[in-house]
């Protein structure tokens, strides 16, 4: 399974953390930038890379980075068929992939220790989709908004 990953400047350190800690989980790794912590750049153009390869298929899920995850969520959120949660806790991170089948999990670099990014990234990873008939319902739901 690939997993996309990207974020911007304030997301870049937690960002390189997670790259490892999903490859040490067994997964290969998409990086869509930045490359560069000390150049300031603009979210939108990483979160879009990163919902875009995830939305076509090419990537399984998506991890998106930026100072607090709120604007990587927002942007990543306008490409049809991403479903990106910004995630602040364990719980979070289980009932975005649960409950709202997210694809994307946001983080803020700026906001989460790396053994927190760490261990909401593996719980979002891990979690499967419940099959409930009510889950699947609301995604659908989800999904006809886009229409």
């Known amino acids: 399974m690939k997993i996309v990953i990207g974020s911007d400047h304030a997301?870049?350190?937690?960002?390189?953390?997670?790259?490892?800690?999903?490859?040490?989980?067994?997964?290969?790794?998409?990086?869509?930038?930045?490359d560069n912590p000390?150049?300031?750049?603009?979210?939108?153009?990483?979160?879009?890379?990163?919902?875009?390869?995830?939305?076509?298929?090419?990537?399984?899920?998506?991890?998106?980075?930026?100072?607090?995850?709120?604007?990587?969520?927002i942007a990543a959120n306008k490409v049809k068929g991403a479903r990106a949660a910004v995630v602040y806790n364990e719980a979070t991170a289980k009932l975005a992939r649960e409950h709202n089948n997210a694809n994307i999990i946001c983080l803020g670099g700026r906001e989460l220790s790396k053994e927190q990014g760490k261990k909401f990234v593996k719980l979002f990873i891990e979690t499967p989709f419940s099959e409930d008939e009510r889950h699947k319902r609301r995604i659908k739901e989800i999904s006809d908004l886009e229409k």
């Open 11 to 34: 997301g870049y350190e937690l960002k390189e953390h997670l790259k490892k800690a999903v490859k040490e989980l067994g997964y290969d790794i998409e990086d869509k930038g930045t």
């Open 38 to 73: 000390d150049v300031s750049v603009d979210y939108p153009k990483f979160a879009e890379s990163v919902a875009k390869e995830v939305a076509n298929g090419k990537g399984k899920l998506g991890v998106l980075v930026c100072g607090t995850g709120m604007g990587v969520s």
